[in-house]
C-alpha cells in the first residue's frame, strides 16, 4: 500500500475534503477514498466548503444515487487528519480549514512543496484515476462496490470531456473498470445541461474570432462538458485549423481543444498553451487543459488570464518549423553519418501472450496499440521503454534475440488486452533481450528551432522535435525521417568514424 495511504489510515479519524464547487471527479475521488478508509474499520467524513451548495442536476443525482456522504460544510471541527482530493491544502478553489495534519491528492500542477503526504500526478485525466490506481495497489474490493466503480468512472468521463481527452495508460485502464451502474451513468450523463446552459452554448459559438488560424471561443463559466460540446462544434468549422473553447472555472482556465489539421495535434497544443502555467494533453484530435490563475501570476505578473492565453496561441503560430519529407530544406547528402550503437532492447513475441489470432491491444505509456496475436508479430522495447509492433521477418533480420533476461525501464509496465473480453496479461514476463545484428548508419542534423517533421509513412501526425533534438535520415533512404530526441540520441548513436 502506498505511504500516504497508510499515513492516512494511522489517523483512524479522517476528513476527506475537495473544492468548494464540486464536480463530478471530485466526488468520485472523495467518496471512493472515503469507502476505502471505511473499509479499514477507520472512520471518514467527506465534505466540501464554500458559499453555495451544489445544484447541477448530473452532480445532485450522482450524490443521490450513489449514496456519497457528502456534506457541505461552513466550518469544521479541527480534525486529526484532513485529505484534499482533487485540489490542493492551501489552495484558493478550497476553503481553508485548520488541520492537526493534512494530506493532498490530485492531479493539476502542483501549486505546493513536495511533501511525504503530497501525491500529485498532472499526467492523469482525473483525480479518480490515481485514486482508483492507490486503491487498486491497497486490494480495494472493487468488485462488490458498484457505487464507487460508477462514481470513478463518471469522474473519469466527466474530467475528460467524455473520455475523448484520456491522456495517460491509467485513464484508459480505468475506463475499463467494472462492474459500473451504466443506467446511472447514462442518467448523469444525460442531465448534465440546464435549460439556461444552453445559452451558455449558443454565446459561445457565437463569440468565435480567429487568433492566426486558430479558432478561439469564451464561455461564461460552466461545466467543461459545455466546453467539449462546443468545440466538437468549432472543429468542424472551415479554416480552423484548430480551436480553442475555454471558460474560467476553479480558480483557472478551463480549455477544450481540438485539432482539424495533420499539422496540429490536440495534445501536444493543448500542452504547448498550458506550458508553465498548467497542464495539458490528450489525443491527436482532442484534448484539454487546465491552468491555475495563481500559476499563470507565476510565469506572467500583472497579465490577465485571457490576454495570457491569447499570446501563447499567438506564440505557437509560427513557433515550429515545418520539415516535410521530400521537401524540405534539411540536406541530409551533407550531414555527418552516425552509427547505431548496439545498445540491448526488449522484445516479446505476441503469440507468447496471447493465443494466434487473437485481436490485442497492447497498452503504453505512449498509447493504445492494436495489433493481433500472431507468430509474425512481435513487439519490440526501445531503449527508453517505447514499444511498438514489429514484424517477424524484419526481426529476425536485424536483431539476435540474447540469453541474458530483459531489464524493463518502462514507467507504466506495458500490459497486453484480449480486444474480445478484456483479458489482461502482463507483457514483461514474455519480454526477453535483443540486440541489433549490424551498426545501422543514419544522418542527422541538430534542430536549431522546435520542429514538427512530416514523414511520408506515417500521413496522420508528425514528429515533434525540440531545439536540440536530432533530425535524422536512414543512410541507405533519405526519404526515411524521423526525429530522436538528444537523451536517446546520445545514448543511442555515436559519430560513424572515417564518414
Ligand atoms: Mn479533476
Given amino acids: 500500500m502506498n505511504a500516504l ?13 475537495c473544492h468548494d464547487v464540486p464536480d463530478a471527479d471530485a466526488i468520485a475521488s472523495g467518496f471512493a477514498l472515503s469507502r476505502f478508509i471505511e473499509s479499514r474499520g477507520c472512520k471518514a467524513r467527506f465534505v466540501y466548503g464554500g458559499p453555495r451548495p451544489i445544484t447541477k442536476p448530473n452532480l445532485t443525482r450522482m450524490v443521490r444515487k450513489l449514496e456519497v456522504p457528502l456534506e457541505h460544510v461552513r466550518e469544521l471541527p479541527r480534525p486529526r487528519m484532513l485529505v484534499t482530493v482533487d485540489c490542493q491544502y492551501g489552495g484558493g478553489n478550497l476553503a481553508r480549514f485548520e488541520a492537526d495534519d493534512f ?28 485514486v482508483w490506481d492507490l486503491l ?21 468521463f466527466t474530467d475528460t470531456n467524455q473520455l475523448s481527452e484520456l491522456r495517460h495508460p491509467l485513464d484508459r485502464d480505468l475506463a475499463e473498470l467494472s462492474p459500473v451502474d451504466w443506467a446511472t451513468v447514462k442518467e448523469m450523463r444525460n442531465s448534465t445541461l440546464t435549460a439556461g446552459e444552453l445559452g451558455i452554448v449558443s454565446d459561445a459559438l457565437a463569440s468565435a474570432f480567429t487568433v492566426g488560424d486558430v479558432g478561439v471561443l469564451k464561455a ?25 473553447v475555454y471558460c474560467h472555472v476553479n480558480a483557472g482556465l478551463k480549455l477544450s481543444v481540438r ?10 497544443l493543448a500542452a504547448f498553451l498550458a506550458g508553465e502555467a498548467g497542464s495539458g494533453g490528450g489525443g491527436m484530435e482532442k484534448a484539454g487543459a487546465f491552468m491555475a490563475c495563481s500559476d499563470i501570476g507565476k510565469v506572467a505578473p500583472g497579465v490577465a488570464p485571457d490576454d ?8 505557437y503560430n509560427g513557433h515550429f518549423d515545418h520539415i516535410y519529407c521530400g521537401a524540405c530544406d534539411v540536406d541530409f547528402n551533407r550531414a555527418p553519418v552516425y552509427r547505431k550503437l548496439r545498445n540491448v532492447q526488449g522484445f516479446a513475441k505476441t503469440a507468447d501472450v496471447f493465443p494466434e489470432g487473437a485481436p490485442i491491444c497492447v497498452r503504453t505509456l505512449e498509447g493504445d496499440i492494436d495489433t493481433v496475436a500472431s507468430k509474425d508479430v512481435y513487439l519490440m522495447i526501445g531503449v527508453a521503454g517505447e514499444v511498438y509492433p514489429i514484424g517477424r521477418g524484419r526481426f529476425e533480420r536485424d536483431y539476435e534475440a540474447l540469453a541474458s533476461a530483459y531489464a524493463s525501464v518502462a514507467e507504466y509496465p506495458p500490459s497486453v488486452i484480449d480486444r474480445r473480453d478484456g483479458e489482461r496479461k502482463a507483457l514483461l514476463p514474455h519480454v526477453r533481450a535483443c540486440v541489433p545484428r549490424r551498426e545501422k548508419l543514419i544522418r ?48 543511442t548513436y555515436a559519430p560513424a568514424a572515417g564518414r
Fill in 259 to 268: 485539432s482539424s489539421v495533420r499539422e496540429v495535434m490536440a495534445s501536444e
Fill in 220 to 244: 461564461k463559466p460552466c461545466d467543461p462538458n459545455i466546453l467539449g460540446f462546443a468545440s466538437d462544434i468549432a472543429q468542424q468549422v472551415d479554416g480552423f485549423a484548430a480551436c480553442v
Fill in 308 to 315: 495570457y492565453l491569447l499570446e501563447r496561441i499567438r506564440r
Fill in 103 to 130: 494530506a493532498v491528492i490530485d492531479h493539476h500542477r502542483p501549486g505546493i512543496p513536495e511533501g511525504a503526504n503530497v501525491l500529485i500526478r498532472p499526467a492523469l485525466g482525473s483525480c479518480s484515476t490515481l
Fill in 444 to 491: 542527422a542534423i541538430e534542430l536549431g528551432r522546435d520542429a514538427k517533421v512530416f514523414s511520408d509513412w506515417d500521413r496522420e501526425r508528425y514528429f515533434l522535435g525540440r531545439a536540440g533534438d536530432y533530425i535524422a535520415a536512414s543512410d541507405f533512404d533519405p526519404g526515411d525521417i524521423f526525429v530522436v530526441n538528444r537523451a536517446i540520441f546520445e545514448k
Fill in 136 to 156: 487498486r495497489d491497497a486490494g480495494f474490493d472493487f468488485a462488490s462496490a458498484m457505487p464507487v466503480n460508477t462514481a470513478l468512472y463518471y469522474g473519469l
Fill in 5 to 17: 495511504l497508510q499515513e492516512v489510515l494511522r489517523h483512524g479519524d479522517v476528513v476527506v475534503q
